[in-house]
């Protein structure tokens, strides 16, 4: 709900104004920060995977939300945002620390935060476009629900070094998965429908 306020409010600030020059187009290095995540991710790993084989579980990514085409461009930005805010907030918790390199994970939560910012410039820029605020919430409500499974399944494992691989592998996925929506935001201008 911060996250909505503080983005209405950029709204008003940016359209009481002239219109910003920058469209919705994700810069380059959004697309080379989105790698390097990727990369950061992979580098985290501490265990072998197959050590963990038995704590696996589906979290239910919304894979529908990534793959269709029914998301608005606000829609598909505030999708993405709200991954990253969650996947910062995962990696920042307090329970997070123990088990990660200490640089790579303060160089991840630094890419997380510049993604962030890119796609907040988009989503005023989308949101002046469509003219509507309403329909985000669903996108977002999923995002929240699938890191609700995964903050409990850590819980539940009492924050085992399987469980946070498990996670790890779950984060990797899910977050290479939704830069094929970031990429058809950067090269389609929010063409959703274009795979």
């Not at 993405?80 to 805010?85: G, I, K, R």
């Not at 329909?135 to 009492?158: D, N, Q, W």
Request: glycine share 4%; hydrophobic share 40%.
């Amino acid at each position: 709900m911060a996250l909505l306020l503080s983005l209405l409010t950029a709204l008003v600030v940016f359209g009481c104004g002239p219109a910003p020059s920058l469209g919705c187009d994700l810069p380059q290095n959004h697309t080379l920060a989105s790698e390097k995540t990727v990369d950061l991710l992979d580098q985290m790993q501490r265990l072998p995977t197959f050590f963990c084989l038995n704590d696996r579980k589906d979290f239910r990514f919304p894979q529908e939300m990534v793959d269709g085409s029914q998301l608005q461009k606000a829609q598909a930005i505030a999708f993405l945002h709200e991954m990253l805010q969650q996947i910062f907030e995962l990696f920042h918790r307090k329970d997070s620390f123990a088990p990660w390199n200490t640089t790579r994970l303060h160089q991840l939560l630094s890419g997380l935060l510049k993604q962030q910012k890119d796609l907040e410039t988009c989503f005023v820029q989308a949101m002046e476009e469509e003219k509507s605020v309403l329909p985000i919430e669903a996108p977002e409500l999923a995002v929240k629900e699938y890191f609700e499974g995964i903050c409990s399944y850590l819980k539940e494992k009492e924050y085992s070094e399987c469980a946070w691989e498990v996670v790890r592998v779950e984060i990797r996925r899910s977050f290479s998965s939704s830069t094929n929506l970031q990429e058809r935001l950067r090269t389609k201008d929010g063409d959703m429908s274009s795979s």
